[in-house]
């Protein structure tokens, strides 16, 4: 099965130019594997440094999934006080809650320099049997690259994004999104 998940989602990179991360989770934190290759481009090093590093859940898209997901790991996390990366980390657990309820109501999650300044990222849930969420696919590059003038993803992006997650599903046995 790995390498139909492998060859599902190969052509994200190229085609959004974005370096694509998966996350392996550990209590509150996320640590990045690379699936694209994104180290051996020099316009995605910023992504490459993040590959392997553990992330807070709080701060990044494909965090933001996995926790909108989950209520007990939320729930959990919103005891303690979020540590803020920028300006623009949420911080708050009624933040937080409200963010998590907004990726459940549109189906992906969004950071924009929440964790690193000029930086920003997409995600969305990967789908197991029944259609539980078991992961999270995404890309993450320049704010330039992923967001519009308005600072919004880019909805090209996000659809590729899901593309990848319902063939990644697919691959694991969903079959209706």
Partial sequence: MATAVINDVDPLAPVTGAGLLVPLVRGREARYINLDYAASAPALQA???QVGALLPLHATALGKVLLAYDTNAAAA?????????TRR????ARALAR????????????AVEEMTVGEASVALPIRGYGGLVVGAIGISGA??????????????????VRD??????????????
């Fill in 47 to 49: 992504v490459a440094d």
């Fill in 164 to 177: 990848a997650a319902r063939a990644v599903s697919r691959d694991l046995g969903v079959s209706r999104w």
């Fill in 99 to 110: 963010a998590l309820a907004e990726v459940r109501e549109v189906g992906w999650a969004a």
């Fill in 77 to 85: 996390l919103s005891q303690d006080r979020l540590e803020p990366y």
């Fill in 143 to 160: 704010v330039e690259r992923i967001c519009d003038g308005k600072g919004q993803p880019k909805s090209s992006l996000v659809t590729y």
């Fill in 89 to 92: 980390t949420i911080t708050t």
